[in-house]
């Protein structure tokens, strides 16, 4: 299970150095991260 958790946070950070290049592209995946946090904390 910790193995796919660590994928998913090497995905997301491959994404946000893409995001730097695309502003639209990092507000979806700051909406993503702040969904999964609120998910993670529940």
């Not at 299970?1 to 502003?23: E, H, P, Y």
């Amino acid at each position: 299970m910790w193995q796919t958790k660590n994928l998913l946070r090497l995905g997301d950070l491959f994404i946000f150095v893409r995001a730097d290049l695309n502003l639209p592209t990092t507000t979806f995946v700051l909406n993503i991260s702040v969904l999964r946090g609120r998910r993670n904390d529940v």
